[in-house]
C-alpha cells in the first residue's frame, strides 16, 4: 500500500485517516524499540505519531494491539532470518559466523534505536501486559528452536561431532546473542561486538 492509500485508507468506524499509517507505525516503532513497551505510555506515542488519542484508538484499537502490528512491520524488514544464513552458505560453521556478524552489525545501525526490539521491549512488564510478554519469549523461543535444528543438521552432515548437544550449543548461541542487544544498548561499539562475535565461534565443536 503506498503513501497516498494510506493517507485515506479508513479506521475501523469507516472514516478516512487523518495521518499516514506507515509514518506513524514507524515513529510508534522507533519508541516502542527505544523505552520499551511498558514505559511508553499513550501520551507519548501520540505525540512522537502526531496523532490524537482517538486518532490512536480509532485506527489501532488500543495499545497492545498497535504493539502487534508494530512488531509485525519490525519482522518484515528484517530481510535476513536464521534459516537465510543457513540455506545460503556452503557449510554450517560458517553460516553461524555469518549470522552472528549480522547481528553484531545490525543492534548498532544509526537508524534505530541500539539493540534489538524483540529482546528489550517487554524485559519489564506488569501481569497486564503478560501477553504481549508471553508472544515475544514464544517468539524468541522459535528463534531458538530454528538454531538446534540447524546444529542438529550440521552433525547430521558430519560437520559437527556426534556427541554435540545440540540444545545446550543452541541455548549458549541464543544467550550470546540476547546479551550482545543489552551491551549494544550499553554502548558497546560495533566493532567490540564483531570482535565478542568472531570470539563465540571458538564455541563451535571442531570435528575430527
Known sequence: MDNDTCSTATNKRGRPLAFDRDTALAQAKHLFWELGYEATSINDLTQAMGISPSSLYGAFGNKANLFQEVLQNYKDSNPYSISDFFESHSDYRSAMAAY?????????????????????????????????????????????????????????????????????????????????????????????????????????????
Not at 156 to 172: E, M, V
Open 100 to 208: 552472528l556478524q549480522h547481528i553484531a552489525m545490525q543492534l548498532t545501525q544509526p537508524d534505530h534505536p541500539l539493540g534489538c526490539m524483540v529482546t528489550s521491549a517487554t524485559i519489564n512488564c506488569k501481569p497486564a501486559s503478560n501477553e504481549i510478554a508471553e508472544q515475544l519469549m514464544q517468539q524468541r523461543t522459535q528463534q531458538r528452536t530454528i538454531l538446534q535444528h540447524k546444529i542438529e543438521q550440521a552433525i547430521a552432515a558430519q560437520q559437527l561431532p556426534a556427541k554435540t548437544d545440540a540444545g545446550q550449543l543452541a541455548n549458549t548461541y541464543s544467550a550470546l546473542i540476547h546479551g550482545m542487544t543489552i551491551l549494544a544498548r550499553d554502548g558497546v561499539t560495533q566493532d567490540e561486538l564483531l570482535q565478542i562475535s568472531a570470539t563465540a565461534m571458538q564455541l563451535w565443536p571442531q570435528t575430527g
